[in-house]
């Protein structure tokens, strides 16, 4: 979603007058409507600023590597709710029926959430507090992918992209199979908004496969989008950018592949290179 804005735009020694497009960023407020006691309760959980545009798919993806669900079947109805707002005319809040909630401790997922959320900054106890929601690391030696398929995988997600040729400002996040087919994209002003979507959508779709799947984002890797990957249990991941130190060292603990700075003749391998065929 996009929206054109006029711009002066300085080229070959002058300024012009002209009209850019811009993707549009608005908040979204979720919700959860849960039992407790055999009463309904509902509770705001989160904001995220978003672009917006399947936002369905976008908190199925958050509940689902956030930990909130464990199965998307546990989603019972998700809702747009309120009035249409803004200059966009548009509705920012959702609401999310689950339908196992009957014990659910809204005040310990906010909380939980909360660490989460700013686990980027918190070192080597975010490692050891994901223990707690992973046990099992993924497969060592699955998917295999050829040097072709690496370096194709980013263009291919980006000739896919229906709003990055407009605006040039928003990132996307892909799901392919290991011989470099793609299955489900989705587009974000937010990199973990766009996972979040793309996971949420092929998740709805029963699209998921880690032995034979990889997934690719625009832009750099951090522990939040390599966390999100792990939830899915697929065991490669592809950024165009560079990880940061807490991304490799969180890839190195369960044994997944991070692959960045992928460009036309070269990219590196940060982590677990044996699924990379280079002859």
């Not at 006691?37 to 958050?62: A, C, Y």
């Not at 490799?248 to 391998?269: C, P």
Request: one cysteine or more; glycine letters at 6%.
């Amino acid at each position: 979603m996009n929206s054109k804005y006029n711009v002066f735009k300085f080229k070959k020694n002058k300024f012009e007058n002209t009209d850019d497009f811009i993707s549009i960023e608005e908040p979204l407020e979720i919700s959860l409507k849960y039992q407790d006691q055999n009463k309904w309760l509902t509770n705001s959980l989160s904001i995220t600023m978003r672009t917006p545009g399947h936002d369905e798919d976008l908190v199925r993806g958050f509940l689902f590597n956030e930990q909130i669900i464990q199965n998307i079947n546990e989603i019972e109805k998700i809702e747009k709710i309120g009035k249409k707002v803004g200059y966009y005319n548009i509705q920012n809040k959702i609401l999310i029926t689950l339908n196992n909630s009957k014990n659910i401790d809204i005040s310990k997922i906010k909380r939980d959430f909360l660490t989460n959320s700013s686990c980027g900054v918190c070192g080597k106890s975010s490692l050891d507090a994901l223990e707690i929601i992973k046990k099992e690391k993924v497969s060592y030696t699955n998917p295999k992918l050829s040097k072709e398929t690496v370096i194709k995988s980013p263009s291919v997600l980006r000739d896919n992209q229906s709003e990055f040729s407009k605006t040039g400002g928003i990132h996307a996040s892909g799901l392919f199979s290991s011989d470099g087919k793609l299955i489900s994209l989705r587009e974000d002003v937010g990199r973990h908004n766009a996972l979040d979507k793309m996971i949420g959508n092929a998740l709805n779709k029963n699209q998921i496969n880690p032995q034979d799947q990889f997934i690719t984002c625009s832009g750099r890797l951090n522990f939040e989008l390599v966390q999100k990957v792990l939830m899915t249990n697929i065991g490669l991941m592809i950024g165009v950018g560079a990880p940061t130190s807490l991304a490799i060292d969180l890839a190195n603990k369960f044994d997944m592949t991070l692959i960045g700075f992928v460009k036309e003749d070269s990219f590196n391998v940060y982590t677990n290179n044996q699924k990379v065929i280079v002859n």
